[in-house]
């Protein structure tokens, strides 16, 4: 099955630094790439995804890079703010249509801490 | 729309007693998951169905374990007997097929902690 590993476990910047999750896969046929946060006592919530068929994705000050080859992508935070403090975790998955809902195989999660 | 609603929030049993978990997914969504999350082991999925169908129950731990999906809107998670080990937060989401051949992503409810004493 699908194996996803994740790093840093924890991360800690100073406002307005960027920060940097990144994550592995093991599956080469794995085809999407969700990121959810996770804040204190919450539940995860999307921030953003991509798709196989893309490198790279970008929503204000959040972006994700995927690296198929390597079967490696990572999260980037840019110009981070006290509010972006939450556990982050990495996803992949594949399938859909045709093939049916494969599961979706999480990382262990990232810690960020923002210090103002 | 509410977003997938889940009841209790919170649950404290003893050990031994039974606990059902109940889950409403976001109308339409057809694939509903149920996730139990824990500082050692992270998010695991423990079963997952699609049209009220269970697809994967590989991830039911033990056949204390057993959960329900008897039409669209309601799905159970039932613990019987419970144990001190089984103390977690247990989350249900929810998804939609896509005609892409991609997931589509999970949209988690706001999850239930259970304490077993």
């Known amino acids: 099955g699908e194996n996803v590993e994740q790093h840093p476990s924890t991360l800690s910047v100073q406002e307005g630094d960027s920060a940097v999750i990144k994550c592995t896969y093991s599956?080469?046929?794995?085809?999407?790439f969700p990121w959810y946060k996770q804040e204190l006592g919450k539940r995860p919530q999307l921030i953003i995804d991509?798709?196989?068929?893309?490198g790279e994705k970008k929503d204000q000050r959040i972006a994700v890079t995927l690296n198929k080859t390597a079967k490696h992508f990572s999260l980037h935070i840019t110009e981070t703010q006290p509010e972006d403090s939450a556990v982050y975790f990495c996803?992949?998955?594949?399938?859909?249509?045709?093939?049916?809902?494969?599961?979706?195989?999480f990382g262990t999660g990232t810690k960020l801490q923002v210090i103002p | 729309d509410a977003g997938v609603i889940q009841s209790p929030r919170h649950e404290v049993t003893e050990m031994g007693q039974e606990v059902t978990l109940r889950c409403k997914p976001i109308?339409?969504?057809?694939?509903l998951f149920w996730y139990r999350q824990t500082m050692m082991r992270g998010l695991e999925l423990l079963i997952y169905?699609?049209?009220?169908?269970?697809?994967?129950d590989s991830g039911m731990p033990e056949d204390r374990f057993s959960a329900k999906m008897p039409n669209a809107s309601f799905s159970t998670l039932k613990i019987q007997p419970s144990e001190p080990r089984d103390s977690a937060v247990y989350f249900c989401?929810?998804?939609?097929?896509?005609?892409?051949?991609?997931?589509?992503?999970?949209?988690f409810g706001n999850g239930t902690r259970l304490t077993v004493t």
């Open positions: 989401a929810s998804s939609f097929r896509t005609d892409k051949p991609h997931s589509s992503p999970l949209h």
């Open positions: 599956d080469s046929a794995s085809n999407y």
């Open positions: 991509i798709r196989s068929n893309v």
């Open positions: 996803a992949a998955s594949r399938g859909g249509a045709g093939g049916g809902y494969q599961k979706v195989t």
């Open positions: 109308s339409g969504h057809d694939y």
């Open positions: 169905f699609n049209n009220n169908v269970p697809i994967d």
